[in-house]
Structure formats: C-alpha cells, structure tokens
C-alpha cells in the first residue's frame, strides 16, 4: 500500500484547508486500517491530527477538534482532511499515515505500516 497527499500549497488566513491522501497499491475497502493525518511545522516535532478507522469511526487531537474533520471516500481510495479557520501556525508539512491498530495520538513512525511522503502547506496572505 502507498499514499500521496495533495492539496494546495498555499492557503490564506481564515480560510480552509482540504488535502487528500490518495491510496494505492489495494483497495481500502478490503483494508482493515487505521488512516491517521499528522503534521510538523517548521523546527517542531510531529503532531497528531486525527484518525479514521475502516469503520468510520473517527477520533481527533482535543486541541485541533473544533476545527477538524477527517473522512474517507473508499470509492477514490482517499482519505481527506479538512482544517478550517487556519492560521499561520498551521503552516506544516502534512502527512498521511495507515497503521493496523489505534494508538491515540501516536506519532511513533513505527507504529505505523505505510507513511505518504508530505506535502507543504503555507499559511500566509
């Protein structure tokens, strides 16, 4: 299984952030995995952003939740996050990440199975 994220690389104050993480290499529909969104800004370490599970069912970092929504559209093989009202603090490299069990808010790259490669967003007017 590999993912690629994607998304625009620059995005405005206030305004709202949509990625996708393309899967490929399977079907997620026959894949029994956890597809989780992490990021790192600039000089910091990683940041758990929220996770979705094969079922559904989703579960997100407190203090990202109000802004968060995380989905999946298994008819695409993708995985979306949307971020609304962001800032420059948002400002990161953003990845996607499947693993077959649920941690909450690892960032452990090897509790992961697949890592994409990130994508840049910038958060500037």
């Known amino acids: 299984v590999q993912l690629q994220e994607s998304g625009p690389g620059l995005v405005k104050p206030s305004q709202t952030l949509s990625l996708s993480c393309t899967v490929s290499?399977?079907?997620?529909?026959?894949?029994?995995?956890?597809w989780a969104w992490i990021r790192q800004p600039p000089g910091k370490g990683l940041e758990w952003m929220g996770v979705i599970s094969y079922s559904g069912s989703t579960y997100y970092s407190p203090s990202l939740k109000s802004r968060t929504s995380i989905a999946r559209d298994t008819s695409n093989n993708q995985v979306t996050l949307t971020l609304r009202s962001v800032t420059p603090e948002d400002t990161a490299v953003y990845y996607c990440?499947?693993?077959?069990?649920?941690?909450?808010?690892?960032?452990?790259?090897?509790?992961?199975?697949?890592w994409g490669q990130g994508t840049q967003v910038t958060v500037s007017s």
């Open positions: 990440a499947a693993a077959k069990t649920f941690i909450m808010s690892s960032t452990t790259k090897d509790h992961y199975d697949t």
């Open positions: 290499g399977a079907s997620m529909a026959t894949l029994f995995y956890y």
